[in-house]
């Protein structure tokens, strides 16, 4: 059985959950549901990142130590997942033995590997990123052009890790592995910055006690970048001295990295530059998305227009929120978040084409069929449209593109509303025409459930139980299971409460 390791970013513990991060969690979650369906062994990551100087300031200001800070918070973004039927297999804690562990062996292998030397650090520095900007690199004002923050200046003793070694062998790395940034031109960025010229950077603080030793000076913290990105690695086992655990990483690694593409830099660059120089593969691959706006801009603390993705589910429901986020906006472009938009996509996607279908479907076998379900007829006319729908939702998430998937699933749904318009079985006396119909009709329902569950997941559960299927849907494979011509017939179909009542 192939393996699949999915990691989201790991998000920084000073605010609660906003819709920023369940946009990229909730798309993580969608391709992690995909590869399970293709009947490969999928672990998929997510977690918090809890050392830094942005956690000590929150932390001073809140009266409250480190640890019981960060205790606060990352159990909100455990729990926010659950709320939103993330199926994640692993939530990894950056405050964690196993990942101070990790961190310590991949320090200590650049440190020996000669990539990593004590100097002294003069810049400007922005707290919100942790990350060093020369002058060119900052808006008028000495603002950070991302947070719109003025930097500070910092001077002080640092060890840096030599990246302007790594310029021509991430070059040729990348070279040998064509296509693994996607969105392609998110990959020519990441190419530009290298060929741009590399910067050595500081891996470790004086000035901050709020982090994970050096292993051979312990005056110094290991900064951002060495600490947050191990994560990837700390949670599958690297740095344990148990037998199985090592194991466990050597059979998980390289993995699939989903990145926001404001840190292309860090993942793309920095990243695999740290696992060369510590003699470990870099990642299969990487999937940059762009962001979810408000109205035109990133959502933020100090800007104000962060959105709560749990009060929005009260409104809408986990399916109907999970399903705008993952069909609205191509995944690698930015998209800009409106409650109209969030209504619109429910009420025509959800209410009107697959709720409504589900009601058609359930009302007219319960009328004209004693409530039994017929078995599709192989040469159905919705045959073609059915094969079309596996054909571009396989494609859509084979690329990371989950919109695209949708719609090619959303495209038989569409198909079969208007056959039963074509076809009128409510006005047709029960007998042979209506259960060609009605079974061809569930059929394509039947297809639809496994297509769609990436995305919506209680939902096509419970149209799946409603058609008299049996068992959990997630052990459907594809593309099997999701081929013309698999309803047995015969089962008991219930029509239930509408699926989305309109909003």
Not at 72 to 86: D, G, S
Not at 120 to 133: F, Q, T
Not at 139 to 155: M, R, S
Request: net charge negative.
């Amino acid at each position: 059985m192939s393996r699949y390791l999915l990691t989201t970013p790991i998000y920084y513990v000073t605010a609660k959950p906003h819709l920023g991060h369940a946009y990229t969690t909730i798309i993580g979650d969608a391709l992690a549901r995909w590869h399970r369906l293709l009947g490969e062994d999928v672990h998929f990551l997510t977690g918090t990142d809890e050392h830094g100087q942005k956690v000590q300031d929150y932390a001073d200001a809140a009266g409250k130590s480190p640890q019981e800070f960060v205790d606060e918070i990352a159990p909100l973004y455990a729990e926010a997942w659950k709320k939103l039927n993330i199926s994640n297999d692993d939530f990894i804690r950056t405050t964690e033995q196993r990942h101070k562990i990790g961190v310590a062996e991949l320090l200590q292998r650049c440190y020996d590997a000669g990539d990593i030397e004590l100097d002294v650090y003069k810049g400007k520095y922005c707290v919100a990123c942790e990350e060093y900007y020369t002058d060119d690199e900052l808006d008028p004002g000495d603002l950070c052009k991302i947070h719109k923050l003025k930097v500070e200046y910092y001077e002080e003793e640092n060890y840096f890790f030599r990246l302007s070694r790594f310029q021509q062998r991430l070059l040729d790395w990348y070279d040998a592995h064509p296509g693994s940034i996607q969105p392609e031109f998110r990959g020519n960025e990441a190419l530009g910055l290298i060929r741009g010229g590399l910067r050595d950077f500081s891996v470790s603080r004086t000035s901050l006690k709020w982090g994970i030793p050096l292993p051979w000076d312990s005056k110094h913290v290991a900064y951002v970048w060495f600490d947050a990105l191990a994560n990837y690695i700390t949670a599958i086992g690297f740095g344990s001295d148990d037998p199985a655990q090592r194991a466990r990483f050597d059979d998980w690694w390289p993995g699939t990295h989903l990145i926001g593409k404001d840190i292309i830099r860090h993942h793309c660059v920095y990243w695999p530059a740290m696992l060369l120089s510590a003699g470990i593969e870099p990642p299969t691959s990487w999937a940059v998305g762009g962001w979810l706006l408000v109205g035109g801009e990133k959502m933020s603390k100090t800007s104000g227009n962060v959105v709560n993705p749990l009060d929005l589910i009260d409104d809408i429901g986990v399916d109907g929120f999970r399903y705008y986020v993952l069909a609205e906006t191509a995944f690698g472009q930015d998209g800009d978040f409106t409650y109209e938009g969030l209504i619109g996509r429910y009420n025509s996607d959800l209410a009107n084409n697959l709720g409504n279908l589900l009601s058609r479907v359930a009302t007219v076998v319960g009328k004209k069929c004693d409530g039994l379900g017929p078995a599709p007829r192989a040469d159905s006319p919705l045959a073609e449209a059915a094969g079309a729908a596996l054909a571009g939702a396989t494609e859509g998430w084979a690329a990371l593109q989950p919109s695209k998937a949708l719609d090619a699933t959303w495209g038989l749904i569409r198909a079969t509303n208007a056959y039963l318009e074509q076809n009128e079985p409510w006005k047709t006396e029960p007998g042979p025409a209506v259960d060609a119909v009605m079974g061809d009709a569930l059929e394509a329902l039947r297809i639809v459930c496994i297509l769609a569950s990436p995305a919506v997941p209680d939902t096509c559960q419970t149209i799946w139980e409603r058609l008299g299927l049996t068992g959990p849907i997630t052990e459907q494979r594809v593309p099997t299971d999701a081929t013309w011509g698999r309803y047995p017939g015969g089962l008991t179909v219930t029509k239930g409460d509408p699926l989305f009542p309109r909003r």
